[in-house]
């Protein structure tokens, strides 16, 4: 293969790799974004945590959740020492489509890889592809149709 055809290959491929980010991206940013706001917003912490039980119901769920709802754009849960969980849902991410997607975090045990690594740079980096590749789209699918993957 010739110098020239292999620059137009690896052009080729960071062009693709390129869109393909781009569009992976808009997937897990835009559509749930879309769709939270197709949503019913929640406004008060009874409805939040009325939506939380709701939805662990649905799941089958029995791990403790504690549901927070604060004022600013927050939306993640995370366990606790204790071995229950905290999910906070404020702001633009206070709304049904968001508390499906974190309490399928919550069954799915996304929360609990997080504290185990925090101390290496591999593991760390492993989280973040885990995250990114895994657990965001099995929680975005969730939350937009109900898809259990
Ligand atoms: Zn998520």
Same mark, same amino acid.
């Given at each position: 293969?010739?110098?020239?055809?292999?620059?137009?290959?690896?052009?080729?491929?960071?062009?693709? /790799?390129? &869109?393909?980010? &781009?569009?992976?991206?808009?997937?897990?940013?835009? +559509?749930?974004? &879309? !769709?939270?706001?197709?949503?019913? %917003? !929640?406004?008060?912490?009874?409805?939040?945590?009325?939506? +939380?039980?709701?939805? /662990?119901? %649905?799941?089958?769920?029995?791990? =403790? !959740?504690?549901?927070?709802?604060? +004022? =600013?754009?927050?939306?993640?849960?995370?366990?606790?020492?204790?071995? /229950?969980?905290?999910?906070?849902?404020?702001?633009?991410?206070?709304?049904?489509?968001?508390?499906?997607? #974190?309490?399928?975090? !919550?069954? %799915?045990?996304?929360?609990?890889?997080?504290?185990?690594?925090? /101390?290496?740079?591999?593991? =760390?980096?492993?989280?973040?592809?885990?995250?990114?590749?895994?657990? #965001?789209?099995?929680?975005? &699918?969730?939350?937009?149709?109900?898809? =259990?993957?």
């Amino acid at each position: 293969m010739a110098m020239g055809n292999l620059r137009d290959l690896a052009a080729n491929v960071v062009f693709f /790799s390129l &869109i393909g980010g &781009i569009t992976y991206s808009l997937f897990l940013a835009a +559509v749930p974004w &879309i !769709i939270s706001k197709r949503t019913r %917003k !929640i406004t008060s912490q009874k409805q939040l945590e009325e939506a +939380v039980l709701k939805e /662990s119901e %649905k799941l089958g769920l029995t791990k =403790k !959740i504690n549901p927070r709802l604060v +004022v =600013k754009d927050r939306g993640y849960s995370e366990q606790q020492e204790n071995g /229950s969980y905290t999910l906070v849902l404020g702001g633009n991410f206070a709304n049904v489509y968001d508390v499906k997607h #974190e309490v399928y975090h !919550i069954h %799915k045990g996304h929360c609990d890889f997080v504290r185990k690594y925090k /101390s290496r740079l591999w593991e =760390k980096t492993k989280s973040l592809l885990r995250y990114v590749f895994r657990d #965001e789209p099995q929680a975005v &699918i969730y939350g937009c149709t109900g898809i =259990k993957l």
